[in-house]
């Protein structure tokens, strides 16, 4: 049995896009909600930490460590977690310090984590190995979570995502009504929601295509750590799945203002949004992969009889960091 614990809200809800599909002329769109699977405003994070701080509590950790941008979501979530489990909290955060803490940095305040801050972004992976031997040394018993929770353990988080999707789709009444799910689409940075979704494909027979649009990373890179992470994390579940990197499906058309860049895309998917739907997306993940989606619809990506069911992430509470707020409108 794998360790796991069960603090998200599950199964999170599926709802129809109608209005955003009309005003796109576009598939028939869906929304899968894991911006609201709880702990400290939801998103992807917590169905990985469910495996991730089950793993450290096993091992006998005390303390958990993780790295990100300083508005990062997976941060914040990971603060939430250890706060929540009793754990200690260190973060290494890289970027531009703001004068005042605010949207994820201040959560991260809030639940008591430990910031360390690494301003130029080459250094990131030396800091954040000389902090967890530095705790180590000191007796905290640390976990490394890694960056974005994107380790085999982690992605195991979205392998049983799948499985919920599954069993979703039996019973919901549109999709029952009129055929099948064509399309995944969410966007893919470290990799791991990624590879779990790929493995749950495997595992629990999802028939539609899987496509991450991604945030920061190539789309060479993409296939090659996806696949490999999706082969070992299937080892955790007994036996292996060697996966290719050629049966992953990576976009990286819309990466290239580079990460937490916000753009006229990422401006107008975020509007779309929030104007035909009342859904707000975040302005460096959902926002992108919304946009790459939209793009695609537009270019006659999808046929208009199918189905797309976009896999909210979540990511919310950057949009009040001022960096991001200041440039929305
Ligand atoms: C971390 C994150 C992602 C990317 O997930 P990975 O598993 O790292 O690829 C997408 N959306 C949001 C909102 C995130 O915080």
Known sequence: MIPRLHFAHLPTPIEELPRLSEALG?????VKRDDQTGLAFGGNKTRKLEFLVAEAMEQGARTL?????????HCRQTAAAAARFGFECILVLTGEMPPKPSANLLLDELFGAKIVHV?????????????????AAEGKKPYLVPYGGSSPT???????????????????????DFGSLDYIVFGTSSGGTHAGLVLGQRLFGFKGRVLGISIDESEEWLKSHVSRLASEASEKLGE????????????ADYCGAGYGVLTDAEREAVKLFAKYEGLLLDPVYT??????????????YF???????????????????????????
Do not use: C
């Not at 926002?287 to 006659?300: E, Q, S, V, Y």
């Open 240 to 251: 292996r799945i060697e996966f290719t990197p050629a049966e992953v499906l990576a976009n």
């Open 287 to 300: 926002g992108r992969a919304a946009a790459g989606m939209i793009d695609l619809i537009r270019k006659g």
């Open 65 to 73: 460590i993780s790295g990100g941008a300083i508005q990062s979501n």
């Open 303 to 329: 046929r208009k009889g199918e189905t797309v069911l976009f896999w909210h992430t979540g990511g919310q509470p950057a949009l009040f960091a001022e960096k991001y707020a200041n440039k929305m409108i």
């Open 154 to 176: 982690g992605a195991l988080g979205y392998a049983f995502a799948m499985e919920e999707l599954m069993k979703q789709i039996k019973d919901f009444r549109s999709l029952r």
């Open 26 to 30: 576009g598939p028939r769109l869906l």
């Open 119 to 135: 301003p130029d972004r080459k250094d990131r992976d030396r800091i954040l190995r000389e902090t967890f031997e530095r705790a």
